[in-house]
């Protein structure tokens, strides 16, 4: 993907605001949507319902090691998830 020259392409005002914070810097500006990550291409979906099944086999007895082996996370994620589920 290429550039625009914001010179061309903003008005002066905007320009030199931006120019205090990253002048002479690449910048990347995302598209103004209204869905927050993960919603448009269903990955927030796929984590919150792994993130339940983790919950749920663990309140059911398995163990955070298993819990590891089985979905290939770290200890701290597993508590994380665990926590907050």
């Known amino acids: 993907m290429g550039y625009i020259n914001a010179k061309d392409v903003l008005p002066d005002h905007l320009l030199m605001e931006l120019q205090k914070y990253v002048e002479g810097q ?3 500006i995302p598209k103004n949507s209204r869905a927050s990550w ?3 291409n269903g990955t927030r979906e796929v984590f919150t ?3 339940r099944t983790i919950y749920k086999l663990y ?3 398995e163990s955070i090691e ?3 082996d089985t ?3 770290s200890e701290e994620s597993i508590r994380k998830i665990i926590a907050n589920v």
Do not use: Q, T, V
Request: hydrophobic residues 40%.
């Open 26 to 28: 690449i910048i990347y």
């Open 38 to 40: 993960g919603e448009l």
């Open 49 to 51: 319902k792994r993130n």
């Open 59 to 61: 309140k059911n007895g």
């Open 66 to 68: 298993d819990l590891m």
């Open 71 to 73: 979905f290939h996370l």
